[in-house]
């Protein structure tokens, strides 16, 4: 009798790289004209954001665009003066090896950034900015579906893997003409602005993904009257997008996921039904990654023998990579600031971040520890309505529990801080309240040992310990009956028939009748 063997390519998926990369952020700006003297310096920020990027067969090319603002007040006034400017960065990051359609994955990150005037007329800013970069890929391994012959017995386990993987990106643009309200004043200058993503919904067509949501901006504005008086004033509203992202050859079969992020947000004052600054023109642009995989299951074998021949296998250890789940979770956390010389008479904006994120899978428990520290800054005023910025990092640890088993599994995700709000009381101390939202994807796998190869040898048949259709065994409890097979030169179903086992691990130790099969 020949040996038959059916063999399958599996795809498995590999870590090409995993590394940081920091990149420099300086800045000697002048001031023109128009702006003021600077009598002092408040504070500054860098926001970084991966513009575009390109990946070929041995390295990527991305561009980095850090957006650098420096607020400070003038001389003689308490209104609030900021600096904006743009800085740009070509980087490249060589792959070791080739790859086909690596998924890359960069997230940036302000690592620090400092702010100090030269001059009255000239300011220094000095920061730097880390980017993460993730790139995997897959790879083919072929590996024993099914034997047939020369008496082999099969032990195989069944997985269900990730098996089509189909990639988009779609750019897009909002845009949104917004009026402020009767019961606000008239915009002098924009010191802030922010988006945050939220409430994303999508759905799979055939050859199309529809991916909707709403982006929430949040901006805050100088204003000042004709008779000297200013202040600063918040405004913010939400812009609903929806798309549909062209995805060939997928259907309802496959199962979809969108990562929305923000390439930038502009926002400019403009006069309304009258002559004043209280209307703005705000312009979106995100970037939509999204993903859809089709599942596939597969009868893997472990472990093989034959019964009345010799043989040999080799086998393969693979990390296989199962359909990702959609994760988002809430995770509250705060943070407390203690009044300094100068107790705040009123808080203007507040602003929270997270670095040092640091997200663990506890297997034992099927929970998500995330830990990091919470930034915030503040822009509060004095009694005397002079701008001050507190600032205060607090450690925090956190806990979610997991639907999907985390064992083995890869988290892909980031961590947002949204609805902060804060309590300012009497005494000058201030408490922040900031929930976190964990969004992205758990992507479960799981390591087999299979086997890729198995040779028999037909020429040579076992030799027996005796002439015998039946043997005893005494089983201990929780011995595998597959073991007991192998170890008997005998096949699995013949035990259980023989003993009327319901289970292939035996639940208590006792004596077993072992026939033998050819």
């Known amino acids: ?55 070929g067969t041995d390295r990527i090319t991305y561009e980095l665009r850090a957006d650098i603002r420096v607020l400070y007040c003038g001389s003689g006034s308490t209104l609030l003066q900021c600096v904006t400017q743009q800085m740009t960065f070509t980087r490249n990051v060589e792959l070791p090896r080739p790859s086909e359609d690596p998924i890359v994955t960069l997230r940036p990150r302000t690592t620090y950034a400092n702010c100090r005037a030269v001059s009255p007329r000239r300011l220094e800013v000095r920061g730097a900015v880390s980017v993460a970069v993730h790139v995997t890929g897959d790879r083919r391994q072929e590996v024993i579906q099914d034997v047939f012959g020369m008496h082999v017995q099969l032990r195989k386990v069944p997985v269900e893997y990730a098996a089509q993987k189909r990639r988009a990106v779609k750019h897009i643009l909002l845009n949104e003409d917004v009026e402020l309200g009767a019961s606000k004043p008239p915009i002098r200058s924009i010191v802030r602005s922010s988006v945050r993503l939220g409430h994303e919904e999508h759905s799979i067509l055939a050859g199309k993904l529809v991916a909707k949501g709403e982006a929430s901006v949040q901006f805050l504005y100088t204003w000042q009257q004709e008779d000297g008086t200013n202040g600063m004033e918040q405004m913010q509203f939400t812009v609903p997008y929806s798309q549909i992202v062209d995805m060939a050859q997928i259907d309802d079969t496959y199962r979809g996921s969108v990562d929305a992020q923000v390439i930038r947000c502009d926002i400019k004052p403009c006069p309304g039904k009258g002559s004043s600054m209280d209307s703005v023109q705000c312009e979106i642009e995100l970037r939509l990654c999204c993903t859809a995989v089709k599942t596939a299951s597969i009868q893997l074998v472990t472990d093989a023998f034959s019964t009345v021949y010799p043989c040999e296998q080799e086998t393969v250890s693979l990390q296989i990579d199962m359909p990702p789940e959609p994760i988002c979770a809430a995770l509250p956390c705060s943070a407390a600031l203690q009044p300094g010389d100068t107790i705040p008479a009123c808080i203007h904006d507040l602003h929270c971040q997270v670095r040092n994120i640091n997200m663990q899978l506890l297997s034992d428990t099927n929970r998500i520890r995330v830990s990091g520290m919470l930034c915030c800054s503040l822009l509060a005023g004095d009694a005397e309505g002079t701008p001050m910025l507190l600032e205060k990092e607090e450690a925090f640890e956190v806990y ?25 009381s009497s005494d000058g101390r201030i408490s922040v309240q900031a929930t976190l939202m964990l969004r992205g994807c758990l992507c479960p796998s799981a390591r087999h040992v299979c086997l890729s190869g198995l040779t028999v040898d037909g020429e040579n048949k076992l030799v027996r310990d005796g002439d015998y259709a039946l043997k005893l065994y005494y089983g201990v409890e929780h011995e595998n009956v597959w073991d007991i097979a192998k170890r008997c030169r005998t096949s699995v179903g013949a035990i259980m028939e023989e003993n009327d086992l319901t289970n292939e691990q035996l639940t208590t130790a006792g004596m077993l009748f072992i026939p033998i099969v050819q």
């Open 1 to 55: 009798m020949d040996l038959k063997i059916n063999r399958e390519m599996l795809p498995v998926t590999e870590v090409i790289l995993d590394e940081m990369q920091e990149q420099s952020v300086e800045l000697d700006y002048v001031l023109p004209d128009y702006d003021p003297d600077i009598f002092r310096m408040i504070g500054c920020e860098i926001q970084p954001t991966i513009v575009t990027s390109t990946t």
């Open 400 to 424: 979610t529990d997991s639907d999907t088993p985390v064992d083995n599994a890869v988290l892909q995700a980031e961590v947002t801080p949204t609805d902060c709000t804060y309590h300012l």
